[in-house]
């Protein structure tokens, strides 16, 4: 069974920093791309940021620009999202999702990670 489990996530003051990792059982060589999304209490679940498998391209939302950097582990099968400079408005349940190549819509998704930011 594919899985994606999300850890990392916790209570970080402004200004702080936290790495939130997900770790997957998917054979690489059917990965299109993975990504990071968020949601806040009382909001639609939002884009944050993604990684091709292959190349390794990536691509933010603008409100994380500049804080946020995506990566990915081959050997590890880990995706990796490095958030600095935080703020209270980064305050969500992070999930990381995964593209199948045949796929065009992100089909496999974790149980999601809290992240706290405190004013």
């Known amino acids: 069974q594919v899985r994606l489990v999300e850890s990392g996530g916790g209570l970080v003051q402004a200004g702080g920093s936290l790495r939130l990792s997900c770790a997957h059982s998917?054979?690489?060589?059917?990965?299109?791309?993975m990504a990071w999304f968020r949601q806040a209490p009382g909001k639609e679940r939002e884009f944050v940021a993604t990684i091709t498998w292959s190349r390794g391209s990536t691509s933010y939302t603008n409100s994380v620009k500049g804080r946020f950097t995506i990566s990915r582990d081959n050997v590890k099968n880990t995706v990796y999202l490095q958030m600095n400079s935080l703020k209270p408005e980064d305050t969500a349940v992070y999930y990381c999702a995964s593209q199948d190549s045949r796929s065009s819509t992100y089909d496999t998704w974790g149980q999601g990670t809290q992240v706290t930011v405190s004013s």
């Open positions: 998917i054979p690489t060589f059917t990965i299109s791309s």
